[in-house]
């Protein structure tokens, strides 16, 4: 019999939290806050674990710190951020999406570019990996905007559907990764707790 | 600022009494360079290597030991840490000396009583390479979970497990030494059984002072030099491990050098 009173997984925000809720309650954990609720965390207790709502590159952070024991986040954000203080645990069959290479024509770069992108890692091995030069503009946001007002003419970023991009007149180019959410978890944790275990099989049988 | 400076006194002073046991128990201070050519130190163990490569092989005499303090730049961070390593000239002289340093420190400081929050996890690279081999794994095979485990990828290590040898997984998992003594017996056919049951069976003794003594052959260290057995300390609640070592072997200058080490992750030893 576990106690998850002291267990806390940080849940990365948007599209994961929406498609995770539904799943976390299939796997009869208690999910206490009110939908479209602005409460960013609940407690653990001893029928589930405590959650924290953050951002989802900081997910990855409170993981490695200890702050908490598991997160749940885009392999994306793992890739980017580096996974050298963090074990991943498992893939979860939600928020599935890619990160592309997009620009006002279908055409691959040809001679030195101008890329826009909050992913730099993933697109500087990107570049690396096709032999390509590029300078990359770090944006957070709206991407999309890059190759309108001329900051980029390309841009590298996470789709879905491909909707925002058509509706921003973009092209996909090319796919450098596919991504979804997994679990990651703390390396000390996971070790001296036997309770994130126990939470990563569960979550792992309900929402794989 | 009066508290932090109190807390650094305090961290200092509980610093110079570690130190002190180290001493006593026969190391010798060697000191290394937080920066070489370039280059931040990141592990102490390499730049003790570095520093006593200086010396003749008959100069040096085994098994030495030695510690090494200061910071190290580990996860784009300084992080205080206290090194403790035993080289030596033949194989097996060390683990006897470190477990018993190892012993004395966790005594001196959680016990007894034990503390009921430490974990002691051990993990054996020659066993979880002996356990594929024995199942007729490929190098390569064996090679890309140790990649995958050394890339804290343990959701592809479990799937590689899960396809060839599923028996096997739940030793890459922390299990108490029984589980793990009930898989070896049925698992090591052809391995050096012999020489790790043994091993198994007494590391709970070893480490005395902690309740509870694990192993995880996930667990290979954050270094290509680990060779054998590796080891942690954790404590529940504290998201770093207080100590972590294990029996290294590395060649440099064309020359080899092993033995058996441990580093203290000062602020976490002493949070505990």
């Given at each position: ?208 | ?31 290394t360079a937080p920066t070489h050519d370039a280059e931040v130190r990141r592990d102490?163990?390499q730049a003790?290597?570095e ?21 190290v730049f ?199």
């Amino acid at each position: 019999m576990f106690h998850y009173e002291d267990i806390r997984i940080a849940i990365g925000k948007g599209r994961i939290l929406e498609q995770l809720v539904p799943r976390w309650l299939e796997a009869k954990f208690p999910w206490p806050l009110e939908p479209k609720s602005r409460q960013l965390w609940f407690a653990g207790s001893h029928q589930g674990p405590g959650a924290m709502i953050v951002r989802g590159p900081d997910v990855a952070t409170l993981v490695a710190r200890g702050a908490a024991d598991i997160g749940i986040v885009g392999t994306d954000l793992v890739v980017e951020r580096g996974a050298q203080d963090i074990l991943q645990v498992g893939d979860l069959d939600l928020a599935r999406c890619r990160v592309v290479l997009a620009g006002m024509s279908e055409k691959r770069p040809d001679g030195p570019f101008l890329v826009a992108s909050k992913y730099q890692r993933i697109t500087r091995d990107f570049l690396q990996r096709h032999h390509l030069q590029a300078d990359i503009v770090p944006l957070s946001g709206s991407l999309e905007l890059a190759p309108l007002i001329g900051l980029a003419p390309y841009i590298v970023d996470i789709v879905e559907t491909g909707e925002t991009l058509r509706q921003h007149h973009l092209i996909e180019i090319e796919t450098i990764m596919l991504a979804h959410a997994c679990l990651i978890a703390n390396p000390a944790h996971w070790r001296a707790k036997p309770e994130v275990v126990a939470i990563r099989d569960r979550l792992v049988q309900h929402l794989a | 600022m009066r508290s932090w400076m109190d807390q650094a006194a305090d961290q200092f002073r509980q610093t110079s009494a570690l130190i002190a046991q180290l001493d006593d128990q026969g190391f010798t201070p060697f000191f290394t360079a937080p920066t070489h050519d370039a280059e931040v130190r990141r592990d102490h163990t390499q730049a003790i290597i570095e520093r006593l490569a200086a010396w003749s092989p008959h100069a040096i005499e085994f098994p030495l030991r030695v510690y090494s303090t200061g910071p190290v730049f580990e996860h784009g961070t300084w992080a205080e840490s206290l090194d403790v390593e035993v080289l030596e000239e033949r194989s097996g002289d060390s683990d006897r000396i470190i477990f018993d340093l190892l012993t004395h420190l966790i005594a001196e400081r959680f016990g007894p009583p034990a503390n009921q929050n430490l974990v002691f996890v051990a993990g054996h690279l020659g066993l979880l390479r002996g356990l594929f081999s024995a199942r007729q794994w490929s190098k390569e095979a064996i090679e890309s979970v140790e990649r995958a485990i050394g890339q804290g990828q343990y959701n592809q290590v479990e799937e590689k497990i899960k396809s060839k040898s599923p028996e096997l997984l739940p030793l890459f998992r922390p299990s108490p030494p029984e589980t793990m003594i009930g898989h070896l017996n049925t698992l090591t056919r052809g391995v050096s059984a012999s020489e790790v049951t043994p091993m198994l069976l007494s590391l709970p003794r070893e480490v005395d002072h902690v309740p509870a003594v694990l192993w995880d052959l996930s667990l290979t260290g954050s270094f290509a030099y680990y060779s054998g057995l590796v080891f942690a300390l954790y404590a529940r609640g504290q998201g770093e491990a207080l100590i972590k070592g294990g029996r290294f072997f590395l060649r440099y200058q064309d020359r080899n050098w092993q033995g058996t080490g441990f580093t203290i992750a000062l602020p976490e030893w002493f949070r505990s």
